[in-house]
């Protein structure tokens, strides 16, 4: 099949004149459409077409080839070795040359008469001799189900409280609409009336039956998805795909790797090591024996069976089913189908065996590690030896004559070497000379604390350090370890409390630690909103200008205090006054922010002053009559035998999150807020995206180094609200899963898929215009800019200019250090209409929020941070541009 036999005539119009004297010539653009290679099966009947349907992941139109005889093929890119092969050329075989041949004269009559014509161009004489394409890309036709086309139709919304209606096979496909354009391709091959497309309307309506429940009415069939009978289709191609084999790849990360089981040797008396069964039994307690063996074979085989079973089943749905009914799938699988209950216990031993590995690798480190230390110790006697035999020679050098000294200026490298140890040795002066051996200088040693106390980053720190610095360097040191040389290249990476700091400030040059001594314009907010303002009042245009928002501060400590605390506050004051008979959809909102609080504690929405005292007054401690009368009611409650009473000395509340945790704070503890008006509309994603009605934030990690440059690491985070984003009201402005996307105010539950990758969102949304702002003019499939671009471009000017202004305004409360590297998660929200604000900036950001999923970003972060911060540091080489660090800042403060 052909798509394409020859390329485009040019237009007439488009010849381009001569160049003007003095002008550079310039090349013609090339095509915007260029032609890709498809292979297509090459015994498919002549109805074939190729022909658009939803995608059943993702419901986004997506091209498919169809052989009505055969059934429906998806195209999968293979993409070609990039070092290799840069290009394709497509020529013609020797057998339609040798056909060309005898059709020569037809075309030449036929150029003839379209000359006449005047359709005929110049430079196109016949069909070409061949096409080099610019992509060496392959689309390979692969067959598909038929029945996963049909998803979009029996699952249209996407939505899991959505009511499934009965319906017809066509009511599925094409909703009684002639507007809908999801199936129109289809449509129209069943409307064509051949036979071959009767026969695939035929096997089609029987996939859907095989999915669906069906109810006879009449002459017709009405349908509807059946949740256990899809999940029995699914596991049944899952079971084939098992039985056939898993391709290699998947074998060796998928099914090797994870039940790959760390050897543990069992020291006898002979001390012999005796490796145990690579799936041992948890529950033998020693070596198995012969039945026993037998036995773990047989539990071996059903474990890789599982695993591959399950391998398999998230291949299927994940490619081919959406996330909203994989999750009502997900109970048929684990019940109904396969109990993978012995899986799932076993793997938990795999990672408690592994875990008790590093330990015992641990330990043997700190062995050699003090060994070590041991050695540097004798190295260190041994300069001091050197050292002082050096002091003496330089002594003894000056109390020599002159004509000593001259004397030893002599040359006698052309001289035969004299050689008398005693007078009863031979004396060779023919005797090769021995060549001067100096011991190599040993390059000195890296001594490194790593200590973050967090399970989920603490191994990619030392995996990443282990794996960028050189191994025979590094001194790794315990809480035990004794300290380190004073003068020795020393790498702290711990918690802020734990930090050294007085060796920090005290050696500039060898002694580098994660996180600056004081760094409070940054990660308070209050201090943030005035760094900013002192800056966009010293320099007006700044991009803070637009990308900050304004906010008023005070401090309270009890909700009586709140009218001296707003003497000033007069945009609050004139913001309630517009608000007033106003519905709660038309006024204006602010967000009020605790300075020093951290993970969404204390954050609370209001419109009016009686709002914003309410929840002070519900923040506000007891007084002494208050708890006198409470101590009161529980005595009498404690001797009424109420067993339902809860005694309420126990801490309470003050205010729930949206997962019904405690939420509130102390204001006598955090006196400082800052209420700043709240952006609304938020971006939403468009259906139909899982994730298109929640609120999210994006979460960019910027690596801020020496004194200073400051990195915005590319692979961005987008956090989710755990509900479906509304307006704030007067009734749902307390609902603060609506508004707040900090995960970690979500469960477990709700905080599965809340986290993205940045880059991994649609490309295009209709809602936004093309920015004019940002210059960009590349466009993507609806014709707009890519709106990730220019919030990433923002975000890089944002930040450099925030760090700028802390350090320039507020180097008292911003003090960088030649010697001190820091990680910052900075958050920006993306309005409605794709303008990005600066949230907030928080010091040691919790990683473990990112998940399992998305350990990859974190893992290429901290590579980064080594190669950037740590390693030019100490002399070590590192990367210093491109990469996913993007360099947005470099100054130099004078700080040495």
């Given amino acids: 099949m052909k798509t394409r036999a020859k390329k485009p005539a040019a237009s007439k119009t488009a010849t381009t004149a001569p160049p003007a004297a003095g002008s550079q010539p310039t090349l013609s653009s090339s095509e915007s459409d260029p032609p890709k290679l498809f292979v297509l099966p090459d015994d498919a009947c002549p109805e074939s077409r190729f022909l658009t349907l939803p995608h059943p992941a993702t419901s986004r139109p997506t091209r498919y080839f169809l052989d009505p005889a055969r059934g429906f093929y998806e195209f999968t890119r293979v993409s070609a070795p990039r070092k290799t092969c840069r290009s394709v050329l497509l020529v013609a075989g020797v057998e339609e040359r040798r056909q060309n041949i005898g059709r020569e004269q037809t075309c030449e009559e036929n150029d003839e008469r379209r000359k006449e014509e005047g359709k005929g161009e110049e430079g196109q004489e016949g069909e070409e001799e061949g096409y080099v394409l610019q992509s060496p890309d392959l689309f390979i036709a692969t067959p598909i189900d038929c029945l996963f086309t049909l998803i979009p139709a029996l699952w249209p919304t996407g939505n899991l409280d959505h009511q499934e209606e009965w319906s017809t096979f066509h009511d599925k496909l094409f909703s009684n609409n002639d507007e809908d354009v999801r199936y129109k391709h289809l449509r129209s091959i069943f409307r064509s009336g051949s036979e071959a497309g009767k026969a695939l309307e035929q096997r089609m309506e029987a996939r859907m039956r095989s999915v669906c429940d069906t ?80 036995r773990t074979d047989s539990k071996t085989a059903q474990l890789v069976h599982l695993l591959r079973l399950r391998t398999a089943l998230n291949y299927l749905t994940t490619t081919l089913l959406p996330a909203s009914l994989i999750r009502c799938l997900l109970a048929h699988f684990e019940s109904g189908l396969m109990d993978f209950a012995p899986l799932t216990a ?101 001594y490194l604390s790593i200590d973050y106390g967090d399970t989920y980053l603490q191994p990619l720190l030392l995996a990443a350090l282990t794996a960028r610095l050189p191994p025979d360097l590094l001194v790794f040191l315990t809480p035990s370890s004794p300290a380190p040389p004073p003068d020795s290249k020393y790498l702290q990476w711990r918690q802020y409390e734990d930090i050294d700091f007085e060796r920090l400030l005290a050696k500039p040059r060898t002694c580098l630690a994660n996180s600056y001594v004081i760094r409070k314009a940054l990660i308070r907010k209050h201090y943030l909103a005035d760094v900013v303002a002192h800056w966009v009042a010293k320099w007006p245009g700044s991009v803070l200008e637009r990308c900050v928002k304004g906010g008023v501060e005070f401090e309270v400590d009890y909700a009586e205090f709140l009218d001296e605390a707003l003497v000033e506050g007069w945009e609050l004051k004139e913001s309630w006054a517009r608000n007033e008979g106003l519905e709660g959809r038309e006024r204006e909102w602010w967000i009020l922010k605790p300075g020093m609080s951290e993970r969404g504690e204390g954050v609370r929405l209001f419109s009016s002053e009686e709002e914003l005292r309410a929840i002070f ?33 126990q801490p309470q509340p003050l205010l729930s999150s949206p997962n019904g945790k405690p939420n509130g704070i102390i204001t006598s503890q955090l006196r400082h807020f800052i209420a700043q008006p709240y952006i609304h509309p938020p971006l939403l994603l468009p259906a139909p995206h899982p994730l298109a009605t929640r609120k999210f934030h994006l979460r960019t990690y910027v690596l801020a180094s020496g004194a200073l440059q400051v990195y915005v690491y590319r692979r961005i985070l987008a956090l989710f609200a755990a509900e479906t984003y509304q307006a704030p009201t007067v009734g749902n402005s307390a609902e603060l899963g609506r508004h707040l996307t900090n995960t970690c105010l979500q469960d477990s539950g709700e905080r599965e898929g809340s986290v993205r990758e940045f880059w991994g969102l649609p490309d295009t949304i209709p809602s936004l215009s093309p920015n004019p702002q940002d210059g960009s003019e590349g466009e993507g499939e609806a014709g707009q800019t890519d709106w990730r671009e220019h ?31 820091e990680i910052f998660g900075v958050d920006f929200l993306v309005d409605g209409e794709g303008g990005v604000w600066l949230l907030e900036v928080n010091a040691f950001p919790d990683f473990g929020q990112t998940g399992e999923e998305l350990r990859g970003v974190v893992r290429g972060l901290v590579e980064g941070v080594v190669e950037v911060g740590v390693m030019p540091f100490f002399g070590l080489g590192g990367r210093q541009e491109g990469g996913e660090m993007v360099k947005v800042l470099d100054i130099d403060l004078g700080r040495r």
Avoid at 255 to 281: A, G, N, Q, W
Avoid at 622 to 648: F, Q, R, T, Y
Avoid at 801 to 819: C, D, Y
């Fill in 346 to 446: 076993h793997l938990a031993n795999v990672a408690r065996l592994k875990a008790e590995a590093h330990a015992l690798r641990s330990i043997s480190d700190n062995i050699s590690r003090k060994r070590g230390t041991l050695d540097d110790e004798e190295a260190l006697g041994r300069a001091e030896v050197k050292k002082r035999k050096k002091e003496e020679e330089e002594i003894k050098k000056k109390g020599m004559s002159a004509g000593v000294k001259r004397l030893g200026k002599v040359d006698v490298g052309g001289m035969k070497r004299l050689q008398t140890t005693s007078t009863n040795q031979k004396i060779d002066i023919n005797g090769p000379v021995p060549p001067a051996t100096m011991p190599a200088p040993s390059q000195e040693k890296l």
């Fill in 215 to 294: 109810i006879e009415m009449g002459d017709e069939t009405s349908y509807k998805l059946s949740m256990k009978k899809l999940a029995g289709v699914v596991y049944e191609k899952a079971e084939r795909m098992v039985a056939a084999g898993l391709p290699p790849s998947m074998e060796e990360h998928f099914i090797r790797r994870v039940l790959e089981v760390p050897e543990r040797s069992i020291m006898t008396d002979d001390s012999v090591p005796l490796v145990l069964d690579e799936f041992p039994d948890p529950a033998s307690g020693g070596l198995p024996t012969v039945a026993a063996t037998q």
């Fill in 791 to 821: 919030v990433f471009s923002e975000i890089c000017a944002i930040t450099s200019a925030t760090f700028e202004a802390a350090a320039r305004v507020s180097s008292t409360h911003f003090q960088v250090l030649p010697n001190s590297f």
């Fill in 617 to 649: 007054e519900e923040w506000d401690p007891l007084s002494d009559d208050d708890a006198e009368d409470e101590a009161e009611d529980e005595e009498s409650a404690a001797h009424s035998g109420d067993e339902n009473h809860v005694p309420k000395s």
